[in-house]
């Protein structure tokens, strides 16, 4: 069993590795910041001590199993659907990695716990710049198509995109009358290919009647 002053020494570094991050986290508005790192964080330090030293003779994997799979649950709370993205996954990531930085304090690891947490702030404070350049170069269009409504008319017009490197991030299908069918689909094309290029492509379809953009 190790020392009190130890496990002091062993929480008061999770509530500093935490804060750092958190603090990143919370400067930038995001659904779980300072506080909710710190805690998750905290409480992973606490239960690997718990499982690690209160109970010698078990295993104490076991529960740091559980932690790594609670904490994908607060995780899920910070996914955010937003129009035609998704919002949060980076918070979500950074809570679940601060469970793992918590548990290698509670296991005496400070070095690569350490080391992890730094790793962790500077991804998220300097690579989001770089993120940001990279998105610019992709652009969303959400596309509004009257199809003829037969099999394979989807299957064409998803191949004809696969080919043009677009990614499909929506679709929705609404019947319009017998022999017609409404087509909503939500894309985001590479840099190389214009809105204009890729409207022309898909009016060559035979089976697509009409396409409108609804949102660029």
């Given at each position: 069993?190790?020392?009190n002053t ?7 570094l999770?509530v500093i ?12 508005e995001?659904?779980a ?6 805690i998750v964080c905290?409480?992973?330090?606490l ?6 030293y ?7 994997t076991?529960i ?5 799979t ?8 910070t ?10 996954l980076t918070?979500?990531?950074?809570i679940?990695?601060?469970a793992?930085?918590?548990?290698a304090?509670?296991?005496g ?5 350490t080391?992890?947490a ?6 998220l404070?300097?690579v989001?710049?770089?993120e940001?350049a990279i ?15 037969r099999p394979g ?11 043009l ?6 679709i ?9 069918a409404t087509?909503r689909?939500?894309?985001r ?5 214009k809105?204009r290029?890729?409207?022309t ?5 035979e ?5 409108e953009?609804?949102?660029s």
């Amino acid at each position: 069993m190790i020392s009190n002053t130890e496990i002091f020494y062993r929480l008061i570094l999770s509530v500093i590795l935490g804060g750092i991050v958190g603090w990143e986290r919370e400067k930038e508005e995001k659904p779980a910041g300072l506080r909710t790192h710190i805690i998750v964080c905290l409480g992973s330090t606490l239960l690997m001590i718990v499982s690690a030293y209160t109970f010698p003779n078990a295993d104490p994997t076991r529960i740091a199993a559980q932690v790594v799979t609670g904490i994908g649950f607060i995780g899920a709370g910070t996914i955010l659907r937003t129009g035609v993205g998704v919002k949060g996954l980076t918070t979500a990531a950074s809570i679940w990695t601060m469970a793992g930085v918590g548990l290698a304090v509670g296991a005496g690891l400070y070095i690569p716990a350490t080391f992890t947490a730094f790793l962790i702030f500077l991804i998220l404070f300097f690579v989001a710049k770089f993120e940001v350049a990279i998105i610019q170069t992709h652009k969303f269009v959400v596309l509004k198509c009257i199809i003829e409504d037969r099999p394979g008319s989807i299957g064409k017009l998803g191949t004809l995109l696969g080919e043009l490197d677009v990614d499909i991030k929506e679709i929705g299908v609404s019947p319009l009358d017998e022999d017609d069918a409404t087509l909503r689909i939500v894309l985001r094309l590479p840099a190389k290919l214009k809105e204009r290029e890729l409207i022309t492509k898909l009016s060559e379809l035979e089976n697509v009647k009409n396409i409108e953009v609804v949102e660029s």
